[in-house]
């Protein structure tokens, strides 16, 4: 009896995680799809995507992806002092 009690609590937390993962998938759809749509002009009037672009950033975190760079920045090149003294 108890086994049938933890098989039925696995099978939907498998169910809630199946659904969770189609609705981050979706979003993840529509925002490309938005932000595809306004860049080719789709759109009588150019739309701020900054909201979808957030939501697109936001469900690519959420399964492990950065969005951006991880190049580390250039560093400064350390300048050359002259350290000889000069002539007398």
Known sequence: MAADNEKTA???????????????LGLMIWACGVITANYMGAFKQSIDVTFSASLLSSMAASYGLSVGRNAPKKKDEPKVQNNTSPSK
Not at 10 to 24: A, E, I, Q
């Open 10 to 24: 696995v099978d939907d937390d498998d169910k809630h995680g199946l659904l969770g993962h189609l609705v981050r």
